[in-house]
């Protein structure tokens, strides 16, 4: 069984840097990509960013030039970056993964952080 797991959440305030990690676990045998969704009360899900194997990265047109996502392969861990943070960038943020394992390929979640950016 695969599990990814966040951190970094918290609390910030506007123009404030966070950095959120998630870390895959389990019988990984393969991870195809990995990436950031948030969703803010009363909103839909939406892709932040994410990155290939071959390092391609897709960003959100709100965050792009302030996130950045990155990724250890040996820890198999991705990586969010988020500086001048925004009101408006107060959300869950949620780790999304293409994993390949004993379970066969599939779509992981994480449980999720909350990003609070408020002076």
């Known amino acids: 069984q695969v599990q990814l797991v966040e951190s970094g959440g918290g609390l910030v305030q506007p123009g404030g840097s966070l950095r959120l990690s998630c870390a895959a676990s389990g019988s990984i045998f393969r991870i195809y990509s990995m990436g950031w969704y948030r969703q803010a009360p009363g909103k839909q899900r939406e892709l932040v960013a994410s990155?290939?194997?071959?390092?391609?990265?897709n960003y959100a047109d709100s965050v792009k030039g302030r996130f950045t996502i990155s990724r250890d392969n040996a820890k198999n861990t991705v990586y969010l970056q988020m500086d001048s943070l925004k009101r408006e960038d107060t959300a869950v943020y949620y780790c999304n993964g293409q994993i390949d394992s004993v379970s066969g390929r599939r779509i992981y979640w994480g449980q999720g952080t909350q990003v609070t950016v408020s002076s």
């Open positions: 990155l290939t194997a071959n390092s391609n990265t």
